[in-house]
């Protein structure tokens, strides 16, 4: 194990920041701490650092305790959301800092910077200064900058959070290839789930301070824990008193059995997809079941507004009773087929 | 003086805000340019204009000859050594006043910092006073004490410099504080992640970030130590040849008779306004580099 947490806990005044975690993280592994805002993972992630303390519980680093170790000795690259770039040095320089702090010759200094620049595809921007950089570029110049002490751990807190859409995107896939080729151990903190789905190996879900589901990205999909990793990890509607989401319900125009009967309420086409909102025939009072299809198959089913239809969870689709709200949505489906 | 506090927030946010310049050809525009120019000239431009016709009223000689008086010679050499020790002792607290202001949150937090701008509200004269109350080898409590240790403080440099750098701690400190605001802890904590100790952190990353702010907060210290007049007259006692200051013998010989002594306060004055501007101009045609990539 590269980290091992054991009952970290951690207060600001009266908030319960994190309570009583306990965490391995794997060597080579890439780490996604998910969920929402203030749920406590950015403080785990700057414990794991050092720069922040916990009140209870231990952090080990590779094997030794690190727990009372200030940052600086904890040999740990991190990456900041808002990059934290030495805005009065050069970019080549910003790399080179940790190295520089290590006394290290000054040969081997531009070598290293060299090599990690050309591997964040900075190299012709050595010279600049990181106001000269665009969001993008000086995310990646932080990240090259954190890969120069060659760090047992690589943390990177909500990396992609200041940029752009698109460059989110490019860059989310650029740190996927990149960790394939560098091999360190890597923690990131995101609140995006699609952006935990696509690059980690592995995620853990916080939510107020405790850790909710740890898991590989399919196993969280396909096998949710609670209410709310399910509903976290991507869109869910309640049918008959569970959990679905809405990709996973089939639609036909005749009734079947086990299937409840509705009617469209609206659709709406957003890009290759068509978004059904079903009132059910026998709780016409509960919210209505959203229902998500491709345009081809909404299109080849004539589904339009109005149109009486027939829907039922796919199988194999996961499901999750719904606890707290007990009798939304819930009706019997359908016995026997009507005439 | 007073105006250059609130203008630094603008300039250290180099790429955040543009100033947006109005084009509009309305009238207004002039009459509000005029009055502006007109105003800086009735106070500021022409009296100081004066000052330097005044001082060579009776050409160059009366001049170079106040300059060479022991006396006068004495007062610069004091006045410069009064506001070095002044404006290093402020340099230094206004550093770890203002991180301390800025990084920490403690209670009196917000008393602390309203309390360092009461030397900007309050008299100089009212500072002497008070430092006379606590310091008097006669009458003060701290005083009595410590001139029984063979310190003297009152009517001695070191009172003359506690009087300056209290005038003028404010100045160094309202320079840093918005500028260490902006820059935020990330690159200190950065740097600590990559390894740097504490003070390899402030040298390396926080004091080229607040440089321009400090050296700015500096001069302007210096301008203010060596013009001070109101708590040094108290605190010095104003003996000439030793604790007169430059302004102390401005105020003496001005009130003396003689067009000799009246030059020699109108060069004193001069020279005093003379070293205040260039130390500004020096400082403001060095600071654009900061707004350069």
Known sequence: MSIKISGVGKQFGDFVALSDIDLDIASGQLTALLGPSGGGKSTLLRIIAGLELSDTGTVEIEGTDATDLPAQKRNVGFVFQHYAAFRHMSVAANVGFGLKIRKRPRKEIAAKVDELLALVHLAQFADRLPSQLSGGQRQR??????????PKVLLLDEPFGALDAKVRKELRAWLRRLHDEVHVTTVFVTHDQEEALEVADQIVVINDGRIEQIGSPDELYDTPASEFVMSFLGPVTVLDGRLVRPHDIEVVAVPFPDSYAGRIVRSSRVGFEVRLEVALAEAAD??????????????????????????????????????????????????ELAG | MSDALARPVAQTTPSRGKVVTVRSRSPFRWVLRVAVIAYLFFLVIWPVALVAKATFSKGLAPVLDALQQPDVVFAFKLTLSVAFWAVLINTAFGIVISLLLVRYTFPGRRALSAMIDVPLSVSPIVVGLALLLVYSGRTGWMGQALESAGLQIIYAPPGMIMATAFVSLPLVIRELVPVLTEIGTDQEQAARSLGASPLQSFLRITLPAIKWALLYGVVLSLARSLGEFGAVKIVSGGVAMRTQTATLLVEERYQQFGVENTITAYTAAFILALIAVLALVVVTSLRPKENQP
């Open chain 1, 286 to 335: 509960a919210p209505p079941v959203l229902i998500t299809l491709t345009r081809a198959e909404a299109t080849a089913k004539r589904l339009e507004d109005g149109t009486p239809i027939w829907i039922k969870p796919v199988e194999g689709a996961s499901q999750i009773a719904v606890r707290s709200a007990d009798s939304i949505g819930e009706v019997d489906p359908v016995s």
């Open chain 1, 141 to 150: 110049m932080a990240l090259a900058r954190a890969l120069a002490i060659e």
